[in-house]
C-alpha cells in the first residue's frame, strides 16, 4: 500500500519543503494539527486519506483559474494588482483609530464599520499587540478591534481563528483582515469541495492587507530579544525605500532602527514563493500609500467591498482622496515585480521551469510572467 | 482464612508466596523488610498484616538493598529475618549480599526472590539462580506450596547451621499458584535482639580471601547438611530408560508430562529441592546406572549445566546423554509448561503423542485470527495517560525530537501506544534518571533534543535520587518527570517514605518529594494531569527553560486508590451523540483511536463514541479532549 494520508502530504509536501505560510488553513478544525510558534505541529496522526487540511492548503496546489472563478467571476490573469473596481487613498477620521494604525488607520475603520452597520458580527484579525508572537483573534467589539491594530511583520496563523470561529453556533456572519496568503487560503476555502463542511457561507466580508513577506516566529523572535525586551515593544515598521531600515518603537527606550538587511536573514522562505502583494483574493484590500504620510492605499475588489466603502464613508470614519496616477503605477510595478521574484525562486528550487510547485495548476497565468523575464 | 491460624496440622488453601509467608512464621522470625516486586510481593505484604499479632517488625522498605541490609541487621542481633525480592531486586541488593555472604551472619536469614519467567511483569526473565553459584550460597526450590512452607522454614535452620544467607528460589507460579498446604507449629517465643560487639563482620580489604576461602570450603558441608532431606526424592522404576532431573515447577509439569504420557514405568523424576550446592550422595546414588537424562527447569540451564559438570567430577566411568535446554529439547527462553515436557519427552522417546487432532489445531488457529490484538493498557482514569498525553503534546510544540527515558512502574507502559509510545527506554529502577543525566550533558557534542526522565514517587525514592542529584551537581540539561499517585501502584499499593503509613498502617513521618527537590535547588512544577492544558503549558515552560535539571511533579492519586476509597467520580461523562463527528474530518475518531481511554467505546451501529460505563472512572480528562464538546462532564 502507497496511500498518503492527507497530514503526511502535508509534512512532506509544504510542511518540511518550507513552502507553509503559516496562514492556519489546516488548523482549527481538528486537534491533529495545531499552529505552535510559527509551525504547524503535527500533534497526533489522522487516518483519513484527505480531509480540509489538505483540500484547504493553499500551498499543496492551488488553483487559482478555479478560485478567481468562483469568487470573481473570471479567470485569473497574471496582471499585477487584482482586481479593481476601484482604488484611492483614504485615511480614518477618528483621531484614535488613527493613532492606533499602522498607517492610516482604514483597516480599524472598515472593522469598525463592519460590525456597526451589522455585515457581520465577528472579525477574525491578527492581536500582534506582542510584536514577536501576533496571533489570531476573534472579535465581536470595537474595543477588542482596536488591540488588532498595527503590523508586527511576524506571521501568524489567522485562518486558524477563524476556523474556530466559524464553529461556533452564535457567530453567523464573519469579517477576516488578512494578509494575502490567508485570503488566498479563504478563497481556496470557499470555493472547495469541502466548503459546507466548514460554514465557509459565513465569511461574508475578507479585508486584505498588502505584504511583501513575513518573518519566521522563533528566529526573529530571538534576533529581538537580543535587542530589545519583546514587551517593550509598541509598534514596528518598515518605513518606504530608500530607508532600508526595520524600525522598533519601545515604550522605554524609543525608536531604535535596524538594518533591514539584519532583518531579511528571517523572512519566511514560504514567502519568497507568493506571487501575491495586494492580496488580490479580497473584497478590499489595504496597504501603506508610500510617499503620502499617515495614509493607506485602498483596492476595492468586490460589490460587498464597495459597500464597506461607501458605509464607512457615509459614517465618517474615513476619509477618501484620490490616488495619484504615478502612486498607482508604481505600486503595479512592485506588485508585478513580487510576481516575477517568486517564479524565479520556484524555478530555482525545483530546477525547472515546468515544476512550479504548488502553482502548478495555473501554467497558463504563470507561463506569460515567466516568458517576461 | 489466614496465614496466622493457629491449628497445626489443619489443611488450608494458600498462595505459595502466602506459604513462605507462613513457613516464616513457623521459624519464629522477628523482622521481614522488602521492597515490592512481582511476584514476591506477598510474602512481606501477608506478614505485614499479622505483625501486630506476632509481634513482628515488618517493612517496605526504600529499596531491596536496605531491605535486606535491615533483614541482616535482625539477624546480626540474633532475630531471625526474612527478605523478598523479585530477580531484578536482588541485582540491587547484590551488592550487599556479595559481602555480607563473606563475613556470615548470626541468626537465620533467608533471601526469598521471586523469579518471573517470561518476564511476565519484568524487563527481563533473569535466572537469579546463578547468583547462589557465585556467592556459594544454599540455593532451595519448592516444587509445591506445601514446600514453599516447609522449605523457608528449613532455610532458617540451614542459614544458622552455617551461618549464611540461605536464598529460596520461587518462580511466578509458585508464587501466585494456590495449593493445599498442612499448617505446622507457631512459636511462642519472645525474642531478644543484642548484637554481640565482641563478634565482627566487617569485609575489609585483606581479610576477603580468608573469607572466601572459609565458605567455599564450607560447600561441602552445606551438602551434607542437605543429608537425606526430604526435599530431594526420586519416584519412577528401578533402572528408568531416561531419567528426568528436575526443580521448582519443573516438578510440576514433568511430572504431569509422565502421567499424560503414561511412562510411570520408563522415565523416572528425580526431583531436586537443592540446587545448589547439588546433594553429592542423593545424586551419586540416583544417577547410578543411568545413561539419559532430560533435565526440566525453568528459565536458565542452571541445575542442567551444574549437573552436567558433577557427572564429570563425581561420576567417573559412567557415560551421560543429556536432554535439555542446551540439546533443544526444552525451550532455553521464555517460560516453561506442561507442554514443554511433553513435547521433550515426547521427542526424546519417540512416542508419536499427538495431544489435539489436526483439524482441532487448525480451527484454534483460525480462531486466534479473529482476536483483535490488544497491547498493555492504563486503567481507565489513570492519571498516566493524562500525563504522557501532556508531554506528548509539549514535545510535539518544543519541536526538537524530545527523548523520553522511562523506568519500572505501572508508566512504563509510556512504550505503548496507551502512553502514545512516548517513553522510549525502559531498564532499571532508577535508571531513566540516571540515562537523562547522561543524555543532558552531551551537548558539547552537538545533542539539542529536550531530556526528559520518567520515574513514579516509590522510584524516586527507590534509585532515582542518586541520579537526580547526579543531574543537578553536574548541571545536566533534563526534566525529572515524577508521576506521583500515591503509593507503590503496580505491585499493590504498598507504601513507601513518601506516604505516610508504614507496611502495619502505622502513622510515619512522609517525606516530601518536593522540599526535597528544593533543598537540592532544583525548581519544581507541580502539576494536576487532569488538567490537561495546564499540564502541557507546564511542560511547554519547563522545556524552554533549558540548561539545569528541572523536575515536574505530575501529582493525581491512582484512579484505582480512589476506587478503592469507594470515592464519586469526579465526573458524570456522557457523549452527546448528536455532536460527536465521529469518523469525518475534524476528528477522526480522536477520543477512540489516539486518545484510547478503555472507557471510551466506538459505537459501530451509531458510529458516534460512547462512555462505557463499566469501566469509566469519571475523571473527566475526556472532555477536554474533544475537539466537538461533545464529551460531557457533569460534576458529580
Request: glycine content about 10%; proline content about 4%; some cysteine.
Amino acid at each position: 500500500m502507497n496511500e498518503c494520508k492527507a497530514w503526511e502530504e502535508l509534512r512532506d509536501g509544504v510542511i518540511e519543503e518550507n513552502l507553509c505560510t503559516y496562514c492556519g488553513a489546516c488548523t482549527g478544525m481538528c486537534p491533529y494539527l495545531v499552529p505552535y510558534k510559527g509551525r504547524i505541529i503535527i500533534r497526533d496522526q489522522c487516518s483519513l486519506d484527505n480531509g480540509r487540511c489538505r483540500a484547504f492548503c493553499p500551498r499543496v496546489g492551488v488553483d487559482l483559474t478555479h478560485v478567481h472563478n468562483s469568487m470573481f467571476g473570471s479567470s485569473y490573469e497574471s496582471g499585477d494588482i487584482g482586481v479593481v473596481k476601484d482604488v484611492f487613498i483614504s485615511r480614518a477620521a477618528d483621531p484614535k483609530i488613527l493613532s492606533a494604525g499602522q498607517y492610516g488607520g482604514v483597516v480599524t475603520a472598515l472593522g469598525v464599520t463592519a460590525l456597526e452597520e451589522g455585515m457581520v458580527d465577528s472579525v477574525v484579525a491578527t492581536d500582534s499587540q506582542d510584536k514577536c508572537a501576533p496571533f489570531g483573534a476573534i472579535t465581536s467589539r470595537r474595543a477588542d478591534l482596536f488591540g488588532c491594530a498595527g503590523s508586527s511583520y511576524v506571521a501568524a496563523a489567522t485562518v486558524d481563528a477563524f476556523n474556530r470561529a466559524v464553529r461556533e453556533e452564535h457567530r453567523h456572519n464573519l469579517a477576516v483582515v488578512c494578509t494575502p496568503c490567508q485570503s488566498l487560503a479563504l478563497a481556496n476555502m470557499t470555493s472547495s469541495d469541502l466548503a459546507e463542511k466548514n460554514n465557509m457561507g459565513k465569511l461574508k466580508l475578507v479585508i486584505g492587507l498588502f505584504c511583501t513577506w513575513a518573518l519566521s516566529y522563533e528566529s526573529f523572535g530571538l534576533f529581538l530579544m537580543e535587542k530589545v525586551d519583546p514587551h517593550d515593544v509598541v509598534k514596528v515598521d518598515i518605513p518606504p525605500p530608500p530607508a532600508e531600515t526595520f524600525d522598533v518603537y519601545t515604550r522605554t527606550a524609543g525608536r531604535l532602527s535596524l538594518p533591514l538587511s539584519d532583518v531579511r536573514p528571517f523572512i519566511r522562505e514560504a514567502c519568497t514563493y507568493c506571487i501575491d502583494m495586494t492580496a488580490e483574493f479580497t473584497d478590499v484590500s489595504v496597504g501603506a500609500a508610500e510617499g503620502i504620510d499617515g495614509w493607506n492605499t485602498v483596492i476595492v475588489r468586490s460589490e460587498r467591498g464597495l459597500e464597506l466603502i461607501d458605509k464607512a464613508v457615509k459614517r465618517g470614519h474615513i476619509k477618501i482622496e484620490t490616488l495619484p496616477e504615478k502612486n498607482l503605477n508604481h505600486l503595479k510595478d512592485a506588485s508585478r515585480m513580487k510576481k516575477k521574484r517568486a517564479l524565479k525562486n520556484i524555478c530555482r528550487k525545483t530546477g525547472s521551469r515546468n515544476d512550479l510547485l504548488y502553482l502548478r495548476n495555473c501554467p497558463t497565468a504563470m507561463q506569460i510572467l515567466l516568458e517576461e523575464e | 482464612m489466614g496465614i496466622d491460624m493457629d491449628k497445626p496440622g489443619s489443611t488450608q488453601l494458600l498462595m505459595g508466596n502466602e506459604a513462605i509467608a507462613r513457613g516464616a512464621l513457623e521459624a519464629g522470625i522477628g523482622v521481614a523488610a522488602a521492597y515490592p516486586g512481582t511476584p514476591s510481593s506477598e510474602v512481606i505484604g501477608t506478614l505485614a498484616e499479622v505483625a501486630r499479632k506476632y509481634g513482628l517488625y515488618v517493612e517496605w522498605s526504600i529499596n531491596e538493598k536496605v531491605a535486606l541490609e535491615v533483614a541482616a541487621a535482625a539477624s546480626l542481633s540474633g532475630v531471625r529475618a526474612i527478605t523478598a525480592m523479585k530477580q531484578n531486586g536482588l541485582n540491587v541488593a547484590f551488592d550487599f549480599l556479595a559481602n555480607v555472604a563473606l563475613t556470615g551472619t548470626n541468626k537465620g536469614l533467608v533471601l526469598m526472590v521471586g523469579d518471573d519467567p517470561g518476564g511476565l511483569s519484568s524487563t527481563n526473565e533473569q535466572d537469579s539462580r546463578h547468583i547462589a553459584r557465585i556467592l556459594d550460597l544454599p540455593l532451595l526450590e519448592p516444587a509445591t506450596f506445601q514446600e514453599a512452607k516447609d522449605m523457608t522454614k528449613w532455610a532458617f535452620q540451614l542459614s544458622e547451621e552455617i551461618s549464611n544467607v540461605c536464598i529460596l528460589r520461587s518462580v511466578t507460579r509458585i508464587s501466585h499458584g494456590r495449593g493445599k498446604v498442612i499448617l505446622g507449629d507457631l512459636p511462642s517465643m519472645e525474642k531478644w535482639a543484642y548484637f554481640d560487639t565482641s563478634k565482627s563482620y566487617a569485609g575489609i580489604a585483606g581479610l576477603a580471601t580468608r573469607y572466601h576461602k572459609s565458605i567455599h570450603e564450607n560447600q561441602g558441608s552445606i551438602a551434607d547438611l542437605y543429608g537425606s532431606t526430604p526435599f530431594n526424592s526420586y519416584s519412577g522404576p528401578e533402572r528408568p530408560d531416561l531419567l528426568v532431573v528436575t526443580c521448582g515447577s519443573g516438578w510440576l509439569y514433568a511430572t504431569e508430562a509422565v502421567k499424560t504420557l503414561s511412562l510411570e514405568q520408563r522415565v523416572g523424576v528425580l526431583k531436586i529441592g537443592t540446587t545448589w550446592p547439588l546433594p553429592t550422595q542423593f545424586l551419586q546414588q540416583h544417577l547410578a546406572g543411568i545413561d539419559r537424562i532430560l533435565v526440566v527447569e525453568e528459565v536458565d540451564p542452571f541445575l542442567e549445566t551444574n549437573l552436567k559438570e558433577f557427572v564429570v567430577d563425581r561420576m567417573a566411568g559412567h557415560s551421560y546423554r543429556f536432554f535439555g535446554k542446551a540439546s533443544g529439547h526444552i525451550p532455553p527462553y521464555g517460560e516453561i509448561n506442561v507442554d514443554s515436557a511433553i513435547d521433550a519427552l515426547n521427542n526424546i522417546m519417540s512416542i508419536g503423542y499427538r495431544p489435539r487432532e489436526e483439524a482441532y489445531e487448525q480451527k484454534c488457529r483460525e480462531a486466534a485470527q479473529h482476536v483483535p490484538p490488544r497491547g498493555l493498557q492504563f486503567c481507565a482514569g489513570c492519571p498516566h495517560r493524562a500525563t504522557y498525553w501532556a508531554i506528548k503534546d509539549a514535545l510535539r510544540m518544543a519541536g526538537g525530537n524530545g527523548v523520553v527515558a522511562g523506568d519500572i512502574g505501572c508508566y512504563t507502559m509510556g512504550i505503548q501506544a496507551t502512553g502514545f509510545s512516548q517513553v522510549k527506554t525502559v531498564h532499571a529502577m532508577g535508571s531513566g534518571m540516571g540515562l537523562a543525566s547522561g543524555l543532558g550533558k552531551l551537548e558539547q557534542f552537538h545533542f539539542e533534543q529536550p531530556v526528559l526522565a520518567m520515574c513514579g514517587d516509590s522510584t524516586f525514592f527507590h534509585a532515582a535520587i542518586p541520579a537526580l542529584l547526579n543531574a543537578v551537581h553536574n548541571e545536566a540539561d533534563v526534566v525529572l518527570v515524577i508521576v506521583d499517585n500515591g503509593g507503590t501502584a503496580m505491585t499493590g499499593f504498598q507504601p513507601h517514605p513518601g506516604v505516610d503509613r508504614d507496611a502495619g498502617g502505622e502513622i510515619r513521618p512522609e517525606i516530601n518529594i518536593e522540599k526535597l527537590c528544593e533543598s537540592l535547588g532544583i525548581a519544581v512544577t507541580v502539576v494536576d494531569p487532569y488538567d490537561i492544558e495546564a499540564t502541557r503549558n507546564a511542560f511547554l515552560e519547563v522545556l524552554e527553560n533549558r540548561g539545569k535539571a528541572r523536575v515536574v511533579m505530575s501529582r493525581r492519586e491512582c484512579a484505582l486508590i480512589r476506587a478503592g476509597k469507594r470515592l464519586d467520580p469526579i465526573a458524570r461523562v456522557r457523549v452527546d451523540g448528536s455532536k460527536c463527528y465521529g469518523d469525518n474530518c475534524g476528528c477522526n475518531r480522536y477520543c477512540t483511536r489516539i486518545f484510547r481511554c478503555p472507557g471510551l467505546i466506538w459505537d459501530r451501529e451509531t458510529l458516534t463514541a460512547k462512555i462505557d460505563e463499566a469501566v469509566c472512572s469519571g475523571c473527566g480528562v475526556c472532555v477536554s479532549i474533544c475537539p466537538q464538546s461533545a464529551i460531557v462532564g457533569e460534576t458529580a
